[in-house]
């Protein structure tokens, strides 16, 4: 979930400049040169004018720049690393909620009263900061536009972002921005319930720390059972609705060559897995909340992951 990095990559996609080669590579329609080239003389051909292209640019490249290259100015970025991080921690968390019941043995004193409340906390908190800097950067992302790099030497266009505290991003948006994201701007509404869904979350990380509420009274199940499934609802509801509404060119054909679509495919089975799992919570059925838990920490990381990937396209 990378709202702010959809934005983008939709208002982009459309300048047909290549993201961080700034390399004219991607233009959807080229001009007709035969017609053009008999009614031009040599006077009008400046030297050193040329399209350059970015033979570099796949899918190892991409790969590549993820672990070379860190531009921690770029909120999208950031998005992207907070989230798979959070993801690496619920995985931690699950192991944890998983061995003892299938490995008794390897079971120690601090599992249930440090281990798997502090990892849960530690994941929904990058949770949290990765949401808000998400929706904070969505109208700054909106707005991003193509820069022509001034030098003595001819340059390719290139996209500038806005970089975390540049006079291009804007910490405080104009009145109306939001408004205007929220009415016409699909990954930004589900980015907005998504970061609803974590807010919930965290509040049953929370208040599920071993101390803090009597698990024998009715008000546990209140204020952890409850925001669990709600958060969990929501969760389901963004992913899914970022997976058909802006992976796909059509709601019911998948884009299965889309690094992308796979992104949100991930984080929705994941979503999916985590709801089921607040289900479980009002049974007795502790092997399949572990179970459901295990399975979607690591669907959800494989697609932060996925979606770290495909934001360094555009940062």
Known sequence: MNASATIRASVISTSGISMHTGHLSQLKEWPN????VPNCSSDDIEVGSYVDFDLEKGRKSKLRRMFTTFPYQDAMY???????????????????????????????STEKSLALPITLIAGFSFFTLAGFLDLTCAPSAKYDVPKIMLAEKPEPQT???AYLGSRDWAAVPQSGRYAELLANCLPFQAGVIHFLGTLFLIVAAFTSYPGVLDTTKPTYATFVYGPNLIGGFFFLVANTLLLISCEQDVWWKPNLWSVGWHSSFQCTIGSLHLFLYA??????????C????????????????????VTMEVC
């Open 290 to 309: 572990a179970v459901t838990t295990f399975v979607g920490s690591w669907t959800y990381m494989i697609g932060s992951f996925l979606g770290w990937y």
């Open 33 to 36: 040169f035969v017609s053009v």
């Open 159 to 161: 996209h500038v972002p």
């Open 78 to 108: 950031m998005v992207a690393v907070l989230y798979t991080i959070g993801g690496i921690l619920f995985t931690i968390n699950s192991f944890f909620l998983l061995l003892p019941l299938v490995a008794p043995s390897m079971n120690f």
């Open 279 to 288: 289900i479980f919570l009002f049974t007795d059925l502790d092997f399949a």
